[in-house]
Nanobody, 124 residues
């Protein structure tokens, strides 16, 4: 059974950092493009970052560029999202998703598998 599991969310003060993990079971993450998305209450799900399985290229939403970093650890079959300088507007449920075609994209409809999400709350 193909499954993605996110972890690492929590409560953090503004300016703080968190590292989210996206672990896969049943398939090899390195064969898939991986995207991180988030959804705040009352808002649509939006793309945060993604990484290609073809050439390793990475992309970031303008709102997180320079603060978030996406990376892979193939040995652990895990993709990470390092989040620094967190702000209250980063508060959301964060999801990872896998696209079998390997092309990094922020389009939610392109992704085949989704995790259950992890809550990130930035508040003082």
């Amino acid at each position: 059974q193909l499954q993605l599991v996110e972890s690492g969310g929590g409560l953090v003060q503004p300016g703080g950092s968190l590292r989210l993990s996206c672990a896969a079971s049943g398939f090899t993450l390195n064969d898939y493009a991986i995207g991180w998305f988030r959804q705040a209450p009352g808002k649509e799900r939006e793309g945060v970052s993604c990484i290609s399985s073809i050439d390793g290229s990475t992309y970031y939403a303008d709102s997180v560029k320079g603060r978030f970093t996406i990376s892979r650890d193939n040995a652990k079959n895990t993709v990470y999202l390092q989040m620094n300088s967190l702000q209250p507007e980063d508060t959301a449920v964060y999801y990872c998703a896998a696209d079998k075609w390997g092309i990094a994209t922020m389009v939610t409809g392109r992704y085949d598998y989704w995790g259950q999400g992890t809550q990130v709350t930035v508040s003082s």
